[in-house]
């Protein structure tokens, strides 16, 4: 049986040696960089970060007051507290329903569109 003389060739080519310690070297630096790199910018993400909460923490804890005594505010004063129809509706009596309704609503709409 004869060997195909175009294949031997290309089999001689591709039975080069390749300095695979040099290839290895060079591979594993790129890695160590790129994990540098990555170490570099999660700890600086970091320290940004928890500037930020720093920084906005007064802030945020204001504006959860504000709307922890703004929420639960009803819309409409019901006289007589005890009617089945007030406590059946009384959920839905506060300022939190709205912006919860409307939330639903918006996300609702959302998913429709698009």
């Known amino acids: 049986m ?4 175009l294949l ?12 695979g310690d040099a290839f290895i070297a ?4 790129q890695i ?6 990555a170490i570099i910018a999660w700890s ?3 320290v940004l970060l928890a500037v930020a909460a720093w920084l906005l923490t007064p802030t945020l804890v204001g ?11 009803t819309l409409i004063e019901v006289e007589d ?6 406590q059946v509706f009384a959920p839905l009596n506060s300022i ?6 409307t939330v639903l609503v918006i996300a609702l709409a959302y998913r429709k569109i698009f």
């Open 2 to 5: 004869e060997r195909d003389p």
């Open 8 to 19: 031997q060739k290309l089999f001689e080519i591709a039975n080069q040696d390749i300095a």
């Open 26 to 29: 060079g591979i594993m630096a």
């Open 32 to 37: 160590d960089a790129l994990r540098r790199r």
């Open 44 to 46: 600086v993400g970091g």
């Open 63 to 73: 504006a959860v007051s504000l709307l922890s005594q703004a929420l639960p505010q």
């Open 81 to 86: 507290t005890s009617a089945i129809v007030n």
């Open 96 to 101: 939190a329903a709205v912006v919860a309704i």
